[in-house]
């Protein structure tokens, strides 16, 4: 079955205790991103990879790092945790970097930060 | 800064009536355009995709796309109170791998 899986699916932590949320993705796609969901502001764009070792900024990426090291997996990390990063995180997919507007999402990540 | 318009709604219709969705761009680059449907708890799923003027129907489902005034639309015939979920648009620009999403529509089908 074509997936995005992520985990941990629910995660409560505490302000500055560094945490890494993993992606990975079965359909050989080469683009995926990292999005954060707030009520009111929609789905914002933290980062995303056009493939391998190819990663760029989107529009909220100040707090996250990412890394690429395989086709498949697409981990977000946040460094030192804020209270102003207790987001739904969504990874997704698609399956062409030239329409990265089709994309697959995985089932989200929902993270406290205390 | 590109932004993409929907009206949060809720927009309450009758089971098996016609539910119109509507989103803007200021963006007169966009070039691609689709329609996700997200449950309550859950992730965004594609439903549809246009790139060019015009209808496209998949189903009980049309996206209608009118570039010159900006604006693109979804349509959803016979509605089923399963229809009940937030509707969110998303546009992509020419040479942009972000793509920009609205905050969505909330539709309530009730029977």
């Known amino acids: 079955e074509a997936q995005v899986t992520q985990n941990p699916r629910y995660l409560i932590t505490v302000t500055g205790k560094k945490l890494t949320v993993t992606c990975s993705q079965n359909m050989n796609h080469e683009y995926m991103s990292w999005y954060r969901q707030d009520p009111g502001l929609g789905l914002r764009q933290i980062y995303y990879s056009m493939n391998v070792e190819v990663t760029d900024k989107g529009d909220v990426p100040e707090g996250y790092k990412v890394s690429r090291k395989e086709k498949r997996n697409f981990p977000l990390i946040l460094e030192s945790p804020s209270p102003n990063q207790t987001s739904l995180y969504f990874c997704?997919?698609?399956?062409?970097?030239?329409?990265?507007?089709?994309?697959?999402f995985g089932e989200g990540s929902r993270l406290t930060v205390l | 800064q590109k932004e993409v318009e929907q009206n949060s709604g809720p927009l309450s219709v009758p089971e098996g009536a016609i539910a119109s969705l509507n989103c803007t761009y200021s963006d007169r680059g966009s070039q691609s355009f689709f329609w996700y449907r997200q449950y309550s708890g859950k992730s965004p799923e594609l439903i549809m995709s246009?790139?060019?003027?015009g209808d496209k129907e998949d189903g009980r489902f049309t996206a209608q796309l009118n570039k010159a005034s900006q604006y693109v639309s979804l349509l959803i015939r016979d509605s089923q109170p399963s229809d009940s979920a937030t509707y969110l648009c998303?546009?992509?620009?020419?040479?942009?791998?972000?793509?920009?999403f609205g905050r969505g529509t909330s539709l309530i089908v009730h029977p």
């Open positions: 246009i790139y060019s003027n």
């Open positions: 998303a546009v992509n620009s020419g040479g942009s791998y972000i793509p920009t």
């Open positions: 997704a997919s698609s399956h062409s970097n030239y329409n990265t507007g089709e994309l697959f």
